[in-house]
């Protein structure tokens, strides 16, 4: 199985681990981030939609781009599902499982795997550049990376596990990753006092983590495996969803 994971927007300054692999699109990065640094911070501000403190944060980085100490993807973000992810405690077997298995979804270098070594940034789906023909990088992105994550899929037993957040669907063509290769969207639900189910996204992201970090601690090899997932209370539920959306809830 492959598993797709969403990055996150709050980053660490650094990280350390070993060996660092090169990112499949770091070219195509490079263009863009060149592209960023010619902005001044108002215009960063408008292209990423932040306050101006976080715009001139980033016009530093996007100056430091092509020199700053890089750091292994799994370990750059700082997000919720990452906090749940422990990436840094995994060990080395877990990592290299990972490496071979996971997928990090950004607008800045479109596909990473775990160790590809990146720096910190930010990148917004809606920023539109030269470098990009003027679309907005999730467009952009869409015809160089379907066929990247289809033939992985492929390539290792079909099945795709989706643990990214629908905003990065945009970056490939959905409809064909859907129809070419077994898509399993695990969907995590909170039960209200009346009963029903509402997905809440603080747990939403934090099982995401905490599902990947299971699949690589185990090693999981088959969809049904993951039903022995739980996390702070969430459990599956063979009563709700269906296979392609197993459903865990938390009581």
């Known amino acids: ?142 015809d160089k990376l379907t066929d990247v994550l289809i033939e992985s899929v492929k390539a290792d037993d079909g099945i795709l596990v989706h643990l990214s957040t629908e905003e990065y669907e945009h970056l490939f063509d959905w409809r064909r990753v859907t129809e070419e290769v077994n898509v399993v969207h695990p969907l995590f639900y909170v039960r209200q006092a009346d009963g029903s189910l509402r997905m809440q996204a603080v747990w939403a992201k934090a099982c995401r983590g905490a599902m990947v970090r299971f699949f690589l601690r185990n090693r999981i090899a088959t969809p049904g495996e993951l039903k022995a997932f739980s996390h702070e209370g969430f459990e599956y539920s063979p009563h709700h969803g269906e296979e392609a959306y197993p459903h865990f809830i938390r009581c």
Request: aromatic share 10%.
């Open 1 to 142: 199985m492959q598993i797709l994971l969403a990055n996150a927007k709050i980053m660490y300054d650094r990280a350390n681990r070993e060996p660092l692999s090169t990112p499949l699109f770091q070219s195509v990065a490079d263009r863009l981030a060149a592209e960023m640094a010619q902005m001044d911070v108002d215009e960063l501000a408008r292209q990423l939609d932040c306050s101006r403190k976080l715009a001139a944060e980033n016009w530093k980085r996007y100056q430091e781009f092509s020199c700053a100490d890089t750091m292994p993807a799994m370990l750059a973000y700082n997000g919720q599902a990452y906090k749940h992810l422990k990436a840094n405690t995994l060990s080395s077997d877990a990592m290299e499982f990972a490496q071979e298995h996971v997928w990090i979804t950004c607008f800045l270098y479109g596909l990473l795997r775990p160790m590809d070594a990146i720096v910190p940034y930010r990148m917004e789906h809606c920023v539109t550049l030269e470098a990009t023909h003027d679309k907005p990088v999730s467009q952009f992105w869409k």
